[in-house]
DNA sequence: CCTTTATTGATAATGATTATCATATTCAAT
DNA sequence: ATTGAATATGATAATCATTATCAATAAAGG
């Protein structure tokens, strides 16, 4: 059910054209489980989720494939605190759904939020000139997380 | 000249009392090389500037105690990318110096900025107020990073 | 000095990520 | 379809920052 014909989601095809890559089973495995989840999967995560469906596929392949994600900017990378690195799809059919983190330092538990994102915008805008400006920096990316407990682990001593 | 009557900060000396811990010579140590430099070591960094003064300090000491500082809130701990942790000191004799960092992705350089903080306060002040209502979750703690270029490395390939 | 507890350092273990390298796949050109 | 160069894959071993162990030390309080 999750063969090569029905996987088929055009709209990262065309990103792998004119670039060289090609876009084999693995890496549209790889996209179709994180297109499917809100979660935050760790390339374990995502090994296991593909290995279900093609079990031939490696975990040395889901790495390679994350970090070519990654640089295509189809995929963010995130470091939250625990020791694995997470991934998530850096854009849907609608376009780049920017939002940031809050993380639960108890139970790790991640929250993306994206209300508050328009004032955020405002001020990131202000801040990222004044800054380039004042350090002749070239900003091109930035990350926003807020640690702290959420609701359940409140609740617990 | 670093000899123990010499480092004598005393306003680090309180926070460990009535905690049970001890200032050892180890723990001094590893704050006066904190304490006297703006850049964000890593443990080896540490561990090879207490070597200079305390050849017989291990690693391992130096892992132990910065995560008790960190524990203890007198030093944060970053990831900025790299592959080791960073840490700096959370307060100097004039109270937690609060900041944020770019970070240039080519060189590693990293700039603390603490210009923009005050609008950037409001703005957090509010968000982390909208987020903490409607998601029930205690924040305690945020990072904010800028990725890019610095200055000397948009002048390169 | 003695006892208790906290701290230390050498060493080995862990675990996520990378490097290697021989094999397999893709794709365009016959 | 066949071929052949370029690209991608997977089993395996290696890296390397960080942790766990554990016996030896040092501090604190009588
Ligand atoms: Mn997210
Ligand atoms: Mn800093
Ligand atoms: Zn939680
Ligand atoms: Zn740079």
Redesign the pocket.
């Known amino acids: 059910m999750l063969d090569r014909a029905n996987i088929g989601h055009p709209w990262w095809h065309g990103r792998f054209r004119g670039c060289?890559?090609?876009?084999?089973?693995?890496?549209e495995a790889i996209l179709d489980v994180l297109s499917k989840t809100s979660r935050h999967l760790?390339?374990?995560d995502i090994f296991l989720a593909v290995h279900k469906v093609?079990p031939?596929?490696?975990?040395?392949?889901i790495?390679?494939?994350l970090?070519l994600l990654v640089q295509m900017r189809l995929v963010f990378k995130f470091d939250f605190g625990d020791?694995?690195?997470r991934y998530e799809l850096a854009e849907g059919t609608k376009g780049i759904r920017h939002h940031h983190h809050l993380v639960c330092t108890r139970c790790g538990r991640i929250i993306d939020y994206t209300d508050f994102i328009d004032e955020e915008k405002e001020l990131l805008g202000q801040t990222e000139k004044g800054l380039s400006k004042k350090f002749n920096f070239k900003i091109t990316n930035h990350i926003i997380q807020f640690y702290g407990l959420c609701d359940k682990c409140q609740n617990k001593g």
Chains 1, 2 share one sequence.
């Open positions: 060289g890559y090609r876009l084999t089973i693995p890496r760790s390339a374990e093609y031939a596929v490696g975990l040395t392949t790495y390679r494939t970090e020791k694995r690195a």
